[in-house]
């Protein structure tokens, strides 16, 4: 089943065309991996997706309706959850109040009520548990936690506020291998408790180790689209590198006189 369909979609900001003829499939249970280089469309697409921008060309369906977002709250309700890549959290308060950050429980429903703290962090904590993260402490700073750990309360938090689809802002460009390994092995838990998950990044060997589909956009447009059983990884990171504009670029970088293969030899006797 799809939940989100794009097919055509495009956005220009006045003269200026961001997105053009943009084919996108958001289905259950799968991961849709998004690539591309700096200014190449990603965060646009994220923007319209998120219902933070309307796009202005083509048509969006979100299960099937087909719409046109005003605001991103919008799209939560729609289920769409964004997780950015800088992450809106406060890093001084706790993991559970974190977790609960705009969405408090409270006693009654009139905005001075109290706060059900215990019930707050009991869910918080069993919430990160059903996802397989164990922190030391829910009542801990956030802040204290790994840049992979916090991703991961993120991604945690959209599943439990009952997100369809999860769409990850370069979840992994500032963590270390071992903390992108963290985020990479919860994306796949989302994927597999029938999310259908949006991974927006530019390192193709990440998009691989996850994605089921891979888009890669280059100046608003689709470059390549095509699933993971039709292309190797060799030939995403020749997809995201540019190969034929790598070996121009190779051959004026060469130094005059440099020839530019080595010849071949026969075999002498």
């Known amino acids: 089943m799809s939940l989100i369909q794009m097919q055509g979609v495009g956005k220009t900001y006045g ?56 605001s991103p709250r919008q799209a939560l309700e729609r289920g769409i959850a964004t997780v950015y890549q800088d992450l809106a959290v406060v890093p001084l308060m706790e993991v559970w109040r974190n977790f609960f950050l705009g969405a408090e429980l409270r006693h009654r429903s009139y905005p001075l009520a109290g706060l059900r703290i215990r019930e707050m962090r009991r869910i918080a904590d069993e919430e990160l548990r059903k996802m397989g993260i164990a922190v ?13 750990q916090r991703q991961c309360v993120a991604i945690a938090r959209a599943v439990y506020f009952g ?3 999860l769409i990850l802002d370069e979840p992994t460009a500032a963590l270390g291998v071992k903390q992108s390994g963290v985020v990479l092995k919860y994306t796949a838990a989302a994927r597999d408790a029938g999310l259908g998950v949006v991974f927006i990044t530019h390192n193709p060997h990440h998009a691989h180790l996850v994605g089921d589909h891979f888009i890669v956009l280059k100046r608003g447009r689709t470059e390549l ?12 990171t020749q997809q995201m590198a540019g190969g034929d504009e790598l070996a121009a670029l190779a051959h004026e970088l060469r130094p005059s006189g440099t020839p530019t293969a080595p010849a071949s030899e026969g075999t002498t006797e």
Do not use: W, Y
């Open 15 to 70: 003269p200026i065309r961001a997105l053009q003829g943009i084919d996108l499939t958001v289905p259950a249970g799968r991961v849709t991996c998004v690539l591309g280089d700096n200014g190449a469309g990603k965060s646009t697409l994220i923007k319209i997706m998120s219902g933070l921008h309307a796009h202005t060309e083509g048509t969006f369906q979100v299960h099937g309706e087909t719409l046109v977002f005003d």
């Open 136 to 148: 030391q402490d829910i009542n801990q700073p956030i802040g204290t936690l790994s840049g992979g």
């Open 163 to 165: 997100a369809r689809v």
């Open 225 to 236: 689209d095509s699933p993971r059983s039709e292309i190797t990884l060799e030939d995403l």
